[in-house]
């Protein structure tokens, strides 16, 4: 096998230009010191926020420190990430860290002193002070959180307990990353080799049926054997978000978390209502993935093995520009043209290199260019990573472009819209392009795949945290063998008769990291719905919602997400957005049954 190549060994065309962040590292140490010296500027604006002069003074300050220590974050981070082995970088992100933890410290005092004031106040500063205009999203969104904000002492006594309050999340991350092992199972080769997370998920593509029952057998078998200890550290986890949310006076810990995002709960029950409304359709890919497959029962460990068989499809990185540059045509000339610096400029960092992170990603800082992190390897699920992590470049490159820096930060409920919009508009294109039976299937299977995992599990997940936190919240008492109960029946319920659960599957709550992050994963179903309905609209109407999109991707923080997407065509408070992109699952899914058919 083939060495990797070493960082200096990759032509200088095919990295990414950090440069346009810091032209040398003496630039980076210029400003991590200029940050340091700024926080005693910080410190003496306590107490000080007694005038809309003031308030203004503080926020410029702020955001120019801030400012900063995004740039130099972004810079040490991404450097590291080139070679993971590179000493100087690890320390240039230690230090950024160490310097981030100091700064947050030295301005801690500032949202309590907003919150410490009158919003009827604030809002004849804003008036009174143009300047003070670009900030009025900013402290709105403070100010909206009076309510369930507590009296100076309890505020402290509720902070000096956040790092106890971790507790759950961490033990649970230090025992599923590090502590807990795995027995060895057998390979596709027939070779015994110890069972890890990476291992489990290629084990479960595997061809041979037998590695994907014995890798999930042995990875269940495992987590049930700690089911108690498992049991108590997600209940805790529980607990604790039903403490917080009492605390600051809200309903119950969904509140609490949608509350972040000024996200009404029903946007979150809607989501659940709607997919249980069209639960037949997943029935139907359980029935055609059987079918595909020629298997008589369907299992668990059967889900994710390809329904047809990989094509072996290879593209260089000019076809794969070419083809997304074809895909994404309908967004129009501005997008096309600005998202052509991509290649020319020194956004992308196309290839895998000794030491260098895996995976793919877009970061960047204000002020700069987006950039994007890639492994190439030529698969066609290359080519949809490249058009996918544009999709965030592109998100970032026009906030940056449209706002000001304390405007300039989308959240994460808008953040896999742009990203899953260019996958689809993709995909439409390469469908259009594409006859031979084979192929279509492959491509429709791909993105079958990609409804099934982020739309139909994720929503499973979060109906799962909503009963689990609802009992909790009611006063239930519940144990390891209550969470796989519940856990079974979603899965019963959303896979259908033709599929064989497992009773294995009931412990997978236990391996959920995102559980202790709560109320999170219903973001990716929801960005998923609402790009796949943004597609159709740019579709179907052309200029119109190609306008009404620039503007939502160039809108960057400056709203609450929901309005956001509202304004763009999407309102994820009403059912039309996950109806409208259930209706393109089921126009693939009914392509995909017609090949099984006639042609494959």
Known sequence: MAQLQKRDEIASELKWRLEDIYSTNEEWEADLKKIKESQQSILDLRGTITSGENLLKALQLLDEVAFLMDKVITYSFMRKDEDNANSLYQGYAGSAMAVAAELNAAQSFFVPEIL???????????????????????????????????????????????????????????????????PEVKNDAGEMVELTHGRYGQLLESQNRDVRQGAFEALYNTYTAWKNTLGETYTAAVKKERFFSKARKYGSSL???????????????????????????????????????????????????????????????????????????????????????????????????????????????????????????????????????????????????????????????????????????????????????????????????????????????????????????????????KLSAIYYDLNKKYYGEDMVVDEAIAMEWARIPHFYRPFYVYKYATGFSAAISLSQQILDEGAPAVQRYREFLGSGGSDYPVNQLRKAGVDMSKPEPIVQAMAVFEEFLTELENLADTEL
């Open 255 to 481: 509140e609490a978390a949608l509350h972040e995002d000024n996200v009404d709960p029903q946007v979150y029950t809607n989501l659940i209502t709607s997919i249980h409304d069209h639960l037949p359709l997943m029935h139907r890919y359980v029935r055609l993935r059987k079918k595909l497959l020629g298997l008589e029962e369907l299992h668990m460990y059967d889900i994710y093995v390809p329904m047809v068989a990989d094509e072996d499809m290879k593209f260089s990185r000019d076809e794969a520009v070419e083809m997304v540059q074809a895909g994404l045509h309908p967004l129009g000339k501005e997008y096309l043209d600005d998202m052509h610096s991509s290649f020319t400029d020194g956004w992308i960092d196309w290839l895998e290199n000794r030491g260098k992170t895996s995976g793919a990603y877009s970061w960047g800082c204000y002020g700069t260019h987006p950039y994007v992190l890639l492994n190439y390897q030529g698969t066609l699920n290359d080519v949809f990573t490249l058009a996918h992590e544009l999709g965030h470049a592109m998100h970032s490159f026009y906030s940056y472009k449209d706002q000001e820096f304390v405007n300039a930060h989308y959240k994460i409920f808008v953040a896999e819209v742009a990203s899953t919009l260019n996958e689809a508009l993709l995909m439409d294109h390469l469908l259009k392009t594409t006859t031979e039976p084979r192929k279509r299937a492959y491509l429709i299977n791909h993105f079958l795949e990609q409804f099934r995992g982020t739309v139909f599990r994720q929503t499973m997940f979060a109906e799962f945290e909503m009963i689990v936190h609802g009992r909790v919240g009611a006063g239930e008492s519940l144990t390891s063998e």
């Open 116 to 182: 410490s004031l009158e919003p009827e106040m604030v809002k004849k500063w804003i008036e009174e002070i143009p300047a003070l205009k670009v900030y009025e999203h900013y402290l709105e969104n403070i100010l909206r959180k009076k309510a369930h904000t507590l009296p100076a002492e309890l505020e402290e006594l509720l902070a000096s307990a956040g790092e106890m309050a971790q507790a759950p999340r961490n033990i649970f991350n230090m025992f599923n990353d590090a502590d807990l092992k795995f």
